[in-house]
């Protein structure tokens, strides 16, 4: 049976206690739509989760995507599994009904994603890029083209891809070197591309591929990219499916997780071209895609705690099986579960409070997305959406670091049967490895965060964000409990940790931009363990006079994320205000 | 070509101005040897390094051991690459000349084995477990033992291997039930032992492994354990090779690292049982493993180091070749190579003041090791054990923990293609995954360093070096240099942090032991970066007077570890000495 249960309580609390999911709810869009139907829609995930995609994730991992022939092969059962998905109405879920979507927040759809991320990463992929790409058509296609595609995606008949890297063209997207020649009502296509997310399968009768290219005479760099429709087959202007189009997978990645996902090389053009279709205007590829990137990072920041999740219910299970030692604290003759070893049940602890605090980030990082659409207030939503802006690198790059240390804790946890691929350890750690990297690097990430977030205001959001941090220290001092009075400190020194920090930024990104950008990542870290601490305290205020189990220990992971874990971002002032200037200077043939 | 060349001058460094290379060559044993040998021998080692072992660290690992029809197959090029090896004289550098070895310190084999471990870890764990058999029978065998199997193992015509592990006894080697039957003047073994690195190949003729055992009556837990050698050929009175013993590999495990090394499962006396020779006396043989415990943590820590050097060494190469975007901080409209952008110099600046730290530390622990063999005064041999027994945890757990961010650091440098498998990347992040967990879990080292070693002395020892710490921090108060004075701060705030709580600890880890060993690897996290701070100033005043670049960067990567990587250190006293009781006291339910 499955090794992993979705954990409902846990989500449930983080969407009602922390994201406001009544405040969702009662957005312009969302009027049919009621708490118990959210639960139901929760339980039965679960239950497909942990029923058919869970058992999967090992099979993904050693049988892998292979191309065969030309022809990708999904790992056994994955194909049932998507089409079991897909007639349960699963890949749609925060879309237009009218297209097939059920019409549910980003909120919930964020809860959705991560119990497929725990459940099988490698499965969980295709759907989100097919997510990212309807987004995109949803803003920016012709009526005509989302008449086309749109409903087909949604509903996960057809899948979708996003098509950007190029081998000289990874980060700096504006590199890139793919070509769309004009021809009556569309362009020819021709290009490779690199590292394509489900670039092929055989699970779906068409796949859309969205192709960033440049148009003859387009200026060099971002300003002269266009974005693209390329189906895989011609739609007829029946809805049916037409020829073959000229692009095919010239060969899938070996990766060091995430096996299941066929990472492709796709080749576009190889003989008259592909045929694509321009959305928008030429030259504003860019800026379309920039409109999908907050919930595409979201996405991905959500894998860490995905990975986590799935990581601490392993590590728990073992722990409380694995019989070594005796008690060393309490005594006895007899090994005990080595969950009753301190330094084994301090990882855990670890492991825990660091997945409560990305999911709590995460799921409000989303009732932003939806705030920031469907608020009736302007001003309000503006707000919403600085909010979004700044939490969205956090949510990527610091998620997804620490889904890689609980991770690895899992693999600790385990001994010497972490390191033997059965076990499952090992895949969690390898799979959760990529987030990090795509989607834009955490480097990237923490370069967006200071140099455009902190950047392009002032730090007034960050400001925004450190008064409500203040404010919560504020009614923590008010308590009279010992677990929460516990918090003020470490809560109070990373905040104005935080601030100062984001003082001396503001001060130096203009100035000293070698400077402040050595200083990026590890401002992110201060960051992510302040804002997660913060998060932390908000659970255990919203459990304050219930006696009961879950709430006695929100209250004591939370006093454990602010005694053990916000020092860790604390411990980044100084790198970041003093460091930056020799990272700087240091000449490259010191290397 | 190779992509690792041995980086002789940053070891020879090391060797001189950190770990006394004169003062150890000064010791009774060493008269013969000079420091213009020892530089011979280092660039030999780096020849053979770079040409055979390296180019093959790839194959190891596509390839990996197979078991095929009870044989162990190794990988392609290996039983050539260990012939070389062994004609070359590599295996037995620091053992007796007269049998067979080349009578060096093991300061020196220890800068042999960073060279190993860089160059191909698969390998080298062959030759380091055989290593470790060697000196447990120098120890401890009888003579005429001693005259069967040290010269064979020495000069590497026979490997060794270690037997401690069962399914049931990991960390707990008290509760394994392998049976030792005494017939006439051997044994018969029976059992099954897991995780038995080298367990069997067919490079060599004869294996000798080394086997804990229990004997008929003997005491439960570790005081009833046995040690034997039970050869995989039984030697004839003439040395010759005798009739196959009863054992044999049943299966090999399938590792997420470290493939070319064969971990078998080993299965003793399916039949008549095997004949085993007893080492010493019955239920000695935990005290004998003792003696060579801190070698073998000493190999394994520099495991972190050697895979750190060689991912730090891919990551240059990459960073100075990638070229993504235009330079943020210069500008102009051309791209340029990656290394030019501050967040790729700070992971690079970070990984290479990992790298250097854990040199110094691993070579200082190792002298310690000639040191308190050899010198002549018996009260100066003591102290040195002390340092020793003191820094060995640190070397194996610090250093195999920063080994495995450093092999991250550098998938990360690659971006994108750092996640594709023949990049190499994700080879050292797998390899050294491992390196936390064998010869006792990193958790295992810091409850030894809190609860052994600062508990059986009131921490005496670690005072002694505080005081070392303290008198280093003065000199650097003297110097007129900006980057020196730059690390007085940082290293003077994690002294007194160290001080702190190694007070605490000590005051703790009798009466609250629970509240002590849930700290123990955070303190175990503090201790490594203040020591490996304290390197990094030693490093650095070792420079002092000279204006070459290599002297420089000396100073410029001390400063960068003090300002940079202390702090994180520091930032482990809260969790320390508030966190411990809420570890110890959450209910097991909780989780």
Redesign the interface.
């Given at each position: 049976m499955s090794d992993y249960a979705a954990p409902l309580a846990d989500i449930r609390f983080a969407l009602s206690q922390i994201a406001g999911l009544d405040n969702v709810l009662s957005l312009q869009g969302f009027e049919d739509l009621t708490p118990d139907l959210i639960d139901a829609v929760l339980d039965e995930a679960g239950k497909f989760a942990s029923g058919v995609l869970a058992p999967l994730s090992r099979v993904g991992d050693t049988q892998g995507a292979r191309l065969e022939n030309g022809v990708v092969r999904m790992p056994d059962g994955f194909p049932e599994a998507y089409k079991a998905y897909v007639d349960g109405g699963w890949n749609g879920p925060v879309f237009d009904p009218e297209r097939g979507g059920q019409g549910l927040p980003w909120l919930v759809g964020t809860a959705l994603n991560e119990i497929w991320g725990s459940a099988n990463l490698g499965f969980s992929l295709g759907p989100l890029l097919t997510q990212g790409a309807v987004e995109l058509l949803e803003a920016h296609a012709s009526a005509e083209q989302k008449d086309t595609y749109l409903e087909n995606m949604i509903t996960g008949r057809w899948t979708g891809t996003m098509n950007l890297?190029e081998p000289?063209a990874?980060?700096?997207v504006g590199?890139l070197r793919t070509k769309a020649v004009k021809e009556g009502d569309h362009y020819r296509i021709s290009g490779q591309k690199?590292?394509i997310s489900y670039g092929d399968h055989e699970m779906v009768e068409n796949i859309v591929h969205l192709v960033l290219a440049r148009t003859e005479g387009a200026p060099e760099g971002i300003k002269g990219i266009s974005l693209f429709i390329v189906p895989k087959y011609l739609v007829n202007a029946d809805g049916s499916l037409g020829q073959r189009n000229d692009l095919r997978p010239g060969s899938l990645?070996?990766?060091?997780?995430i096996h299941a996902s066929p990472t492709a090389v796709m080749l576009y053009g190889e003989n008259e071209g592909a045929v694509g279709y321009l959305i928008g205007e030429e030259c504003r590829g860019i800026e379309y895609m920039f409109t999908m990137m907050n919930n595409a990072r979201l996405g991905v920041g959500l894998q860490g705690l995905s990975v986590a999740e799935r990581a601490y219910q392993q590590a728990?299970a073992f722990?409380?099986e694995r019989?070594?030692?005796r008690d060393?604290?309490n005594g006895g003759k007899e090994?005990v579960?080595i969950?009753?070893?301190?330094?084994?049940?301090?990882?855990?602890?670890r492991m825990?409070a660091q997945v409560e605090a990305m999911r709590c980030l995460a799921y409000e990082a989303a009732a932003g997305l939806d705030l920031a659409k469907r608020l009736a207030d302007p001003d309000a939503r503006k707000l919403a959406q600085r909010r979004v802006d700044l939490l969205i690198p956090i949510v990527k790059a610091w998620s997804t670091d620490v889904g890689?240390e609980v991770a690895?804790t899992n693999?600790?946890v385990h001994?010497?049967m972490?390191?033997?691929?059965?076990t499952g350890a090992?895949q969690h750690?390898?799979d959760v490895?990529?987030a990090?990297?795509?989607e834009g690097?955490?480097?990237i990430q923490?370069?967006d965060l200071v140099?455009r977030k902190l950047g392009r205001d002032g730090g007034e959001a960050m400001g925004l964000l450190a008064a409500e941090i203040a404010a919560t220290v504020e009614t923590l001092r008010a308590q009279d409990d010992a677990d929460l009075s516990?918090i003020v400190a470490?809560l109070s020194e990373g905040l104005a940790s935080l601030e100062r920090t984001t003082r001396w930024m503001v001060g130096h990104i203009g100035q000293n931009?070698?400077?402040a950008?050595?200083?990026?990542?590890?401002y992110m870290k201060l960051a992510g363990y302040v804002v997660g601490g913060w998060y932390m305290a908000r659970s255990a205020l919203a459990t304050v006079g219930s006696g009961d189990?879950f709430s006695v220990?929100k209250r004591?992971i939370a006093?454990?994320f602010a005694?053990?874990l916000i020092?860790?971002g604390?411990?980044?002032?100084?790198?970041i205000t003093?460091?930056?200037a020799?990272?700087?200077g240091?000449s490259?043939?010191?290397?």
């Amino acid at each position: 049976m499955s090794d992993y249960a979705a954990p409902l309580a846990d989500i449930r609390f983080a969407l009602s206690q922390i994201a406001g999911l009544d405040n969702v709810l009662s957005l312009q869009g969302f009027e049919d739509l009621t708490p118990d139907l959210i639960d139901a829609v929760l339980d039965e995930a679960g239950k497909f989760a942990s029923g058919v995609l869970a058992p999967l994730s090992r099979v993904g991992d050693t049988q892998g995507a292979r191309l065969e022939n030309g022809v990708v092969r999904m790992p056994d059962g994955f194909p049932e599994a998507y089409k079991a998905y897909v007639d349960g109405g699963w890949n749609g879920p925060v879309f237009d009904p009218e297209r097939g979507g059920q019409g549910l927040p980003w909120l919930v759809g964020t809860a959705l994603n991560e119990i497929w991320g725990s459940a099988n990463l490698g499965f969980s992929l295709g759907p989100l890029l097919t997510q990212g790409a309807v987004e995109l058509l949803e803003a920016h296609a012709s009526a005509e083209q989302k008449d086309t595609y749109l409903e087909n995606m949604i509903t996960g008949r057809w899948t979708g891809t996003m098509n950007l890297t190029e081998p000289q063209a990874g980060s700096d997207v504006g590199a890139l070197r793919t070509k769309a020649v004009k021809e009556g009502d569309h362009y020819r296509i021709s290009g490779q591309k690199i590292f394509i997310s489900y670039g092929d399968h055989e699970m779906v009768e068409n796949i859309v591929h969205l192709v960033l290219a440049r148009t003859e005479g387009a200026p060099e760099g971002i300003k002269g990219i266009s974005l693209f429709i390329v189906p895989k087959y011609l739609v007829n202007a029946d809805g049916s499916l037409g020829q073959r189009n000229d692009l095919r997978p010239g060969s899938l990645e070996h990766k060091m997780g995430i096996h299941a996902s066929p990472t492709a090389v796709m080749l576009y053009g190889e003989n008259e071209g592909a045929v694509g279709y321009l959305i928008g205007e030429e030259c504003r590829g860019i800026e379309y895609m920039f409109t999908m990137m907050n919930n595409a990072r979201l996405g991905v920041g959500l894998q860490g705690l995905s990975v986590a999740e799935r990581a601490y219910q392993q590590a728990v299970a073992f722990a409380k099986e694995r019989v070594q030692m005796r008690d060393a604290v309490n005594g006895g003759k007899e090994g005990v579960t080595i969950i009753h070893h301190p330094d084994v049940r301090r990882m855990l602890m670890r492991m825990r409070a660091q997945v409560e605090a990305m999911r709590c980030l995460a799921y409000e990082a989303a009732a932003g997305l939806d705030l920031a659409k469907r608020l009736a207030d302007p001003d309000a939503r503006k707000l919403a959406q600085r909010r979004v802006d700044l939490l969205i690198p956090i949510v990527k790059a610091w998620s997804t670091d620490v889904g890689q240390e609980v991770a690895s804790t899992n693999v600790q946890v385990h001994g010497g049967m972490g390191f033997i691929e059965e076990t499952g350890a090992a895949q969690h750690y390898r799979d959760v490895r990529i987030a990090a990297i795509y989607e834009g690097t955490n480097g990237i990430q923490s370069i967006d965060l200071v140099g455009r977030k902190l950047g392009r205001d002032g730090g007034e959001a960050m400001g925004l964000l450190a008064a409500e941090i203040a404010a919560t220290v504020e009614t923590l001092r008010a308590q009279d409990d010992a677990d929460l009075s516990a918090i003020v400190a470490p809560l109070s020194e990373g905040l104005a940790s935080l601030e100062r920090t984001t003082r001396w930024m503001v001060g130096h990104i203009g100035q000293n931009p070698g400077e402040a950008l050595a200083g990026a990542t590890s401002y992110m870290k201060l960051a992510g363990y302040v804002v997660g601490g913060w998060y932390m305290a908000r659970s255990a205020l919203a459990t304050v006079g219930s006696g009961d189990a879950f709430s006695v220990q929100k209250r004591q992971i939370a006093r454990f994320f602010a005694e053990q874990l916000i020092p860790e971002g604390v411990a980044m002032e100084r790198p970041i205000t003093t460091g930056g200037a020799l990272v700087a200077g240091m000449s490259v043939d010191a290397f």
